[in-house]
């Protein structure tokens, strides 16, 4: 399946910028048509991947833009649910700009717990007594 390859992907770009330790909440993504998302189904992988990589439970937000097309004879730009939509001025030529992006837009996480630093590493000093 498509979205597991993608949901790898997306685990890889978190791991890359999250704390050691820190377990993550929730990512939000946007993801380009080029890349065919289908919402449902990137759902299943991404709970299945985050489950793998540690993060059950980490929510997925996802942002799926439209295509975005440039006429080549006028030069006009728009944002369409179709690949193949034809420019207002009747040309022909649209070409898609993008489409592949995989952007990590934002990640929040809860910072892993410090381990206990309460034992002093250094040799507590000698109580000095005083001249008697
Ligand atoms: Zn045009």
Redesign the pocket.
């Known amino acids: 399946m498509h979205e597991l390859s993608v949901a790898d992907a997306l685990v890889e770009l978190v791991r890359r910028r999250l704390p050691a330790g820190a377990l993550l909440r929730r990512i939000t993504v946007r993801i380009g048509p080029l890349h065919a998302i289908a919402p449902e189904a990137m759902q299943w992988a991404w709970k299945s991947a985050a489950e793998k990589a540690g993060w059950s439970g980490a929510q997925l937000e996802l942002d799926l833009p439209p295509w975005r097309l440039r ?1 080549l ?2 030069g ?1 730009r728009w944002q369409s649910a179709l690949v193949d939509e034809l ?3 009747g ?1 022909i030529g649209a070409v898609l700009e993008d489409g592949a992006e995989m952007l990590l837009l934002s990640f929040e996480y809860d910072a892993a717990e410090m381990a206990s630093a309460s034992a002093p590493s250094a040799p507590a000093p000698a109580h000095s007594q005083g001249p008697v």
């Open positions: 006429c004879s006028c006009r420019c207002v001025c040309a």
